[in-house]
């Protein structure tokens, strides 16, 4: 959440905000994705970077082998959690099939959906609390 505080406290300084502007209210009226959310896009593009990279690559043996552990404090483990996130399936025949193009505007889809989401939920959650304190 440090990392939302922070960047909650750029936008509204960039923005010229008051103290109390909602977060996501600015994420709303800007269009402009969370941190956490353009950590997810760009973690989920370099992870299929590395599949359609050349296989005498570093990274990409190493991504292979972690994909094919069971260990759970890897980076792919990460890409995991970012893609459930979102809700996006991370098979490794799928992404090795899809373009980059694809990819990336399926991945792009996904996160603006995830967004709205958030936003309506945070709507929702301020219309109970002033309905409430009424």
Excluded at 11 to 36: H, S, V
Excluded at 48 to 59: A, E, Y
Excluded at 65 to 91: C, F, K, P
Aim: hydrophobic share 35%; net charge positive.
């Amino acid at each position: 959440m440090q990392l939302s505080s922070e960047h909650y406290n750029i936008l509204r300084k960039t923005f010229e905000q008051k103290q109390n502007t909602p977060y996501w209210g600015i994420i709303a009226e800007t269009g402009i994705w969370p941190y956490m959310y353009e950590v997810i896009y760009k973690r989920l593009m370099f992870f299929h970077n590395l599949i359609h990279s050349d296989k005498t690559c570093v990274t990409r043996r190493i991504l292979m082998n972690q994909m094919d552990s069971i260990e759970t404090h890897t980076w792919y483990a990460g890409v995991i959690i970012s893609s459930r996130e979102i809700g996006l399936e991370t098979n490794r025949e799928e992404v090795k099939l899809s373009s980059k193009k694809v990819w990336r505007a399926k991945v792009k889809e996904l996160i603006h959906a995830k967004i709205q989401t958030e936003i309506k939920k945070m709507v929702s959650r301020r219309r109970n609390m002033s309905a409430d304190t009424t």
